[in-house]
């Protein structure tokens, strides 16, 4: 016999006599009716948001812009130099606003818009259109809705977040206006779509059965592929390998990536889209494998070089972050640790040696940590969500190496996709309105050059 939701709702809250009484009421109706003539049946009864879900995700929502504002914006601007630090704060402040506006207009419906399409959602949502503050959109339990509109701006933050992650690759060396042509180009070309082929139900690499919980491919290798991209057609900041480019402020650094760090349990425990079980799997998910990835770079870096430095604790605390994303809700705790440190010591030698050898100038490791930890999250998470290894576990007739497979193509389509479309883009921006300042204008300092202030003074 099937048992009302009403009477399970009681069910499960029954601590006082009067919950009790109301659960036997419940039943009591239930058995009355039972035994009634049957009748015509009754509509279904329409979905009504869950109220605990629907806090979670307004708070999961608003800990991911903080995330970005002033998390991301902090973290940057502590890692350039003191003549360029308001120029990053106002590039991440103003992609937040830009991107806003074109996931209300568009975006939304690019991505989420209800087309069959494998590569895009369709114009249905322009404008929001059909949006109301009765309309539910699905969460991954049967029956269970939060509001749309809530929904919107949880996804809007991810679509915002990312392509201010890509600014760090070239920071200290490009126009205002070609970021903010960049930008807009970029999300309506490479990200809405990506976010569409994995996250919509009707999406390419979705339908590929691909697990990317919180955004490995959508929003950190998409993020690190189009860095890498940028800053090699960018070119090197002038004085590269010359002048003294450290860090201005490692404390604004150290306050910046602990903003993201406490931001990103709404970015992956909300992914979850319900304050239940697996939230809370990718919540401790997200403590442990940053934790794992900050010991494993502050070990290497103390053998590698004889002393650990606090810029390597932040790289790290990131690295792990970046990992554990598409894994957050799929692994257990201590398979997070394990894919945490291996992605923290690969990022390691990416950033420490392989941008050296090859020569190209990532200013602040864009595509060293979140690239190259994306992608090792991404594979990583074919392994460790087996249940041998803690995990949720597998499909039915999927195997360890079909997953795998599966996670590596995804990865590879995210990379092309990315990578080529990011090429064309920065290539017409520099034609529309040129990539760089002139040499004397980043020598003096875009804070000042491009905004006509300074972050401090003497």
Known sequence: MNIPTNFKKAARTALTGAAIL?????????????????????????????????????????????????GLALFYGGLVRAKNMLSVLMQCTTIVALVIVIWVVYGYSFAFGGSTSPYWGGLGKLFLAGVTPDSTAATFSEGVVIPELVFICFQMTFAAITPALIIGAFAERIKFSAVLLFVALWVTFVYFPIAHMVWDANGLIFGWGALDFAGGTVVHINAGIAALVGCILVGKRKGYGKDNMAPHSMTLTMVGASILWVGWFGFNAGSNLEANGGAALAMIN???????????????????????????????????????????????????????????????????????????????????????????????????????????????????GSQVWTQILAVLVTVVWCGVISAILYKIVDAIVGLRPTPEAESEGLDLTSHGEVAYHS
Not at 24 to 45: E, H, I, K, S, Y
Not at 335 to 344: D, E, H, P, Q
């Open 22 to 70: 109301a659960a036997l009421g419940t039943v009591a109706a239930f058995a009355q009716d039972a035994a009634a003539p049957a009748v015509d049946a009754a509509p279904a009864a329409v979905p009504v948001p869950d109220k605990g879900d629907t806090t979670w995700m307004m708070v999961s929502t608003i800990i991911v812009l903080f995330m970005a504002l002033p």
């Open 286 to 400: 997200t403590f442990t494998a940053t934790a794992g990835a900050i010991l494993a770079w502050v070990i290497v870096e103390s053998i590698a070089r004889g002393k650990a430095s606090m810029l390597g604790a932040a790289s790290g605390m990131i690295a792990g972050l970046v990992a554990v994303t598409p894994a957050a809700g799929l692994v257990g705790p201590v398979g997070a640790i394990v894919l945490g440190a291996i992605a923290s010591v690969i990022c390691y030698y990416f950033v420490t040696v392989v941008k050296v050898k090859v020569g190209y100038d990532d200013s602040l490791d864009v595509f060293g940590i979140h690239g190259i930890g994306g992608i090792v999250g991404a594979i990583g998470t074919g392994i460790f969500v087996s249940e041998g290894l803690g995990g949720i576990g597998y499909a039915e007739g999927v195997t360890m």
